[in-house]
Every structure is written in C-alpha cells, then in structure tokens.
C-alpha cells in the first residue's frame, strides 16, 4: 500500500480534493499515480481491469493544445470521467504526459476521504494518441478564463467524440495487485467519531450493499471541515416519537442546514445498470430526499426549542431566528434534467434560506473548498440565490470550479 509504505504523502493526498496526482517516489524516481475519485469510478475500474485516458486535441489562438480526460466505463455512452487541465507553466502537467509515455504503471486509487481503496501494477497501452502520432501540440499558459474555457470545450468534445477517437486511447490495463482487493477499513480515531450520534467507531470498503450508512458518514466528514463536533448531528430523533428528523442537521451560529443523503449500492450489479434506470431511481432519490427534509423543516418550525434525541444523548436545539437551509444530496445528477432540480430548489418554501441539490461528488469538493463555517453558509446562499434569480440551473461542480478559478486568480495576483 503506498501510504503504509511512503506515510510521508498522506499530507499530500489529504490535501488534494479530487482527480488525478502524480507523484514522483525518491527511490525509483519514476511517476506514480493516485487516482483520487468517487467509489464508483474505482469500482468500475476493478471491474474492467483498468480505464482509460483520452488526451483531447483543442484549437486555440496559439494552436493545437491537449487536455486529459481519464474514463471509467460504468456505462459505454456516459462514463464517469475526471478531466484534468494541462498548462506549460504547471509542473503536474508535465508529469502527468511523462507518465503516459511509460509501459508500465503503479496506480493507487483513494477515495473523497483519503482512504487508500485499490492498488494496481498496470501496463500503459497508447493505440495511437498524439504522444505517439507525431501530432505537435503546445500546452497553454495558465490563466482563469483559459481554464474555463478549457473546461466548457473537453468536456463537449468527450460527449462528441468518434470511435476513432476511443481508438486512439490510452489503455491502462491492470495486471498485478499491489494490496489485496477486500480492504475492510475501520475507523477508531477520535478525530473521525467525535460528531453528535456517533457510537465511536465506523467502516467501510468499496463495496457497499447498505448505501444509506456509509454516504451518512462520508457527509459527516465532509461537513467537519467547516463545523465543529458539537454542531453536527447524525440522525437526530423527536424525542417524543424517536422518529429520525433527518440524516444529518447542523446547528451554526446563524443558520441550521438540514442534509438528507440518498445513495445506491456500490457493487457491480449497481453500476451495470440502463441509464434509463439510473435516471428513475435518481428522480425517485430527489423526491424522497425533498419530502424528509420539508418534513424536518415543519417540525424544526414548529417551536422555539425542539427536543431530540441523538445517539443516546438527549439535545435541546432553539431555533430562534436562525435561517433553514435545506441540503439534498444524491447519488447522480443528469445534465439534460436542470429545469428539474430548478424546481425542486424552489420547492421549499417553508425554508426561509433555500434548498439545493448536489449530487455526491459534487458536494465533498463543495465542503472541500468551502471549508470554513462563514465560507460554507455564504457559498450555499449564492449558490441558491444564483439560481432562483435567474431561475436555471447551475451545476454545482461548476460553481465549485468557479470558486476555485477566483482563488488561484487571487493568489497569482497577490
């Protein structure tokens, strides 16, 4: 396992929000590569015995440029992807093309909580990519406005791309384990059982039969970044009917966030399913996710003080004048579906600060980012005024990506 053998990176890879890291280890002083992404992505490369990268050719004013997409094959058509960015003033540009160009590969996949999942000795089979064709390219130099327009232009060329192109790819073919596949992880640390309605320990593996406790935990974490212990609360209950409020509700200084988590399993029989049917069960998700937290919503209204039970703790919670904001997050969201989530963001009525909808991934990068109380609840109002104002939808990965793009503008500029 690369942690257990280099602990050293552990930093590095916490640190990292998402994608693909190349790291260069001091006693070989070859590339590897961490993949850090999504469960389904990883379990969708284990079930293939690899994915692939496709380095997109894109005209600028200064000629040909490449940018990088890695394709996991859960679904032929609509694969999950990371893309990834290449500029000739970024070192981890550079690395990632000298890594492409090896035969052969060590790639380590974690997960949004830097969980070291999957482990592979792979071969690099390039079936005719620009790095091999003799096609002269130039990687650009950094800015803001490039990056998004880099963005918006990958991500039209992979949904158009030819058989051709899927050709050319470069295959990352597994074929040596470097840890054993059934890692079972569990977690004793203070630091990641210290919220409300922990029983002081929980686990996980990529595998997940039981979806609803494991993405409850995950968001747990993810909100920890910006809230204290005291403020997060897992499954918190009336104390009257013991009936669950929520899935998770944090209490801040000025504002209440009322999160409800819907998932799907992670196992091969998930992930091979129609699209049609990924798409109904993510409406059925959206639906039922909006009715938990409207219900929530009428209850916390209801009274100056309501009395929970979280845990085995009783929790005396005053509303006052705090301002609600509702927090749905679900396991897929579909591009061509906005005028949908556009109305279920509106829905909510009975919540003074709004409702969002984010999709998992999208909602550990937001927490990544945002990852301060005032920072987290400022970015949640304009996120969801942004929205009702122009009443059309704005995915959240892109919101992210331009919060992103304005701090690294910030910091060049200081």
């Not at 890594?99 to 997960?111: I, M």
Request: glycine fraction near 6%; include cysteine; hydrophobic fraction near 45%.
């Amino acid at each position: 396992m690369l942690t257990v053998l280099h602990p050293e990176l552990i930093p590095t890879i916490q640190s990292f929000a998402s994608g693909l890291l190349a790291l260069r280890l001091a006693e070989t002083g070859l590339l590897s590569l961490v993949v850090k992404s999504q469960k389904e992505a990883i379990l969708a490369a284990r079930m293939n015995g690899g994915f692939s990268f496709y380095l997109a050719p894109m005209m600028s004013t200064s000629g040909l440029t490449v940018s990088l997409i890695a394709a996991f094959l859960d679904d032929t058509d609509q694969p999950l992807t990371i893309a990834s960015l290449l500029f000739a003033d970024d070192q981890h540009s550079r690395d990632l093309l000298e890594l492409l160009t090896y035969d052969e590969l060590d790639v380590y996949f974690f997960d949004d909580r830097s969980r070291e999942l999957m482990g592979y000795r792979a071969a690099v089979e390039d079936g005719g990519s620009c790095l091999v064709n003799g096609t002269e390219f130039r990687l650009l130099t950094y800015h803001p406005e490039t990056a998004k327009a880099l963005f918006t232009a990958l991500s039209g060329w992979f949904g158009l791309r030819t058989r051709a192109d899927d050709e050319v790819a470069i295959q990352i073919v597994f074929q040596e384990a470097l840890m054993p596949d059934d890692i079972f992880i569990l977690d004793a640390t203070i630091e990641g059982n210290d919220y409300r309605g922990s029983i002081g320990v929980s686990h996980d593996s990529l595998k997940r039969t039981d979806p609803g406790y494991f993405q409850e935990r995950d968001i747990v974490a993810a909100l920890r970044r910006s809230f204290t212990a005291e403020q997060v609360a897992l499954n918190p209950r009336r104390r009257d009917t013991k009936k669950e409020i929520l899935d998770v509700l944090v209490v801040a200084d000025s504002h209440m966030l009322l999160v409800q988590a819907k998932d799907s399993p992670n196992t091969e029989a998930s992930l091979n399913r129609a699209l049609d049917r990924k798409r109904r069960a993510s409406r059925r998700q959206l639906a039922d996710a909006l009715g938990q937290v409207r219900g929530g919503a009428r209850f916390l209204l209801r009274q100056g003080t309501v009395e929970l039970v979280v845990g085995t703790q009783n929790w005396d919670v005053c509303v006052g004048d705090r301002t609600l904001i509702g927090i749905a997050v679900i396991k897929e969201l579909f591009d061509d579906e906005g005028a949908t989530y556009v109305e279920a963001c509106g829905s909510m009525s009975t919540l003074i600060g709004g409702m969002i909808v984010m999709d998992y991934p999208s909602f550990h990068a937001y927490a990544h980012h945002f990852c301060s109380e005032t920072s987290f609840i400022t970015g949640l109002e304009k996120f969801i005024a942004l929205i009702r104002d122009a009443n059309e939808w704005v995915r959240p990965k892109d919101f992210v990506m331009e919060h992103v793009l304005a701090q690294l503008g910030d910091v060049k500029e200081s």
